[in-house]
């Protein structure tokens, strides 16, 4: 039985409600952010909760905790579902839409109280370090058909459900997205890096893309070990003219793609440079 947390309470999941009258349920008004957490500690938790804290000031949405409760609030998910998830890689979902009126109407309200949902997840284990055993994935390409405020974490995802539907039919794992100028923007549930003759590039943080804490993770662990990610727009033929090719989320950590559109990536191995990748990414992961 999983614990869930809704406005203030610890409950049984199946036994968390909410009325047909919240706005983040008639129109996915609200912001959501998964934080990983391995043994019982959390990866990238600061920036996590800053992202949290942004989309909210995003969406003109109260946040209706402090850091500090908020980290109270995970730890405590996770030491309450620890027995009945039996898994040393949990994940915790929180979401918070702008609350409930009894009028649906577009704008704003005012005097309303942000509904605060959250419940914790077995997550798939971490990807071995080792490019000889390590799970790669399949992917194909797709014109990115989403919102423009694409680097705010909103619940309002059927954008992103279809494009992932639209690999999962095609089956592979995952889809990338391009833009109109035929440049890459993300996938649909992770970011975008590749590799070409040496050089590791990903695309720059704008609108098109969510600011990923795991991609932040890896630019920054990279650096420190002295190897420099290139922010910089990506072209359609740059990413299947690769030498390799990552996925990067919470759940995936690092996760090298193998084949695109029906095309090996590089040799169709998974590459040295990801190896270097994963190495550093393990190394400095708890540290933010």
């Keep these: 039985m999983t614990i869930a947390f809704l406005n203030g309470e610890f409950l049984p999941l199946e036994h968390a409600q909410i009325s047909p009258m919240d706005r983040g349920f008639l129109f996915g008004d609200g912001i959501y952010e998964v934080v990983p957490t391995l043994g019982g500690k959390p990866v990238g938790l600061a920036w996590h909760l800053e992202r949290l804290n942004d989309g909210l000031t995003a969406l003109d949405i109260t946040n209706p905790n402090s850091d500090e409760a908020w980290t109270q609030l995970i730890n405590q998910l996770v030491a309450q579902n620890a027995e009945g998830l039996n898994s040393d890689s949990v994940g915790v979902y929180i979401q918070v839409t702008r609350g409930t009126v009894m009028q649906r109407a577009h704008g704003f309200p005012e005097n309303v109280t942000p509904t605060v949902f959250a419940f914790a997840f077995a997550s798939a284990a971490p990807p071995v370090p080792d490019r000889e055993k390590v799970k790669v994935f399949s992917v194909i390409t797709a014109q990115d058909r989403r919102w423009q405020r ?34 890459i923007t993300e996938a649909s549930a992770c970011n975008i890096f590749i590799v070409r003759d040496g050089e590791i590039m990903t695309p720059p943080q704008d609108n098109q893309i969510l600011p990923g804490i795991t991609r932040r993770i890896v630019i920054e662990s990279l650096a420190r070990d002295g190897m420099q990610v290139t922010q910089q727009p990506i072209t359609l033929e740059q990413l299947r003219n690769a030498d390799e090719v990552w996925l990067t989320s919470s759940s995936k950590e690092i996760a090298p793609v193998t084949i695109v559109d029906d095309k090996a990536v590089g040799d169709g191995n998974v590459g040295a440079m990801w190896l270097k990748a994963i190495t550093s990414f393990n190394k400095y992961k708890f540290e933010w």
Excluded: F, M, P
């Design 150 to 183: 694409c680097n705010i974490k909103s619940t309002s995802l059927l954008g992103n459900v279809l494009h992932y539907q639209q690999g999962n039919e095609a089956g592979k794992q995952e889809t990338i997205l391009y833009n109109d100028a035929h440049e």
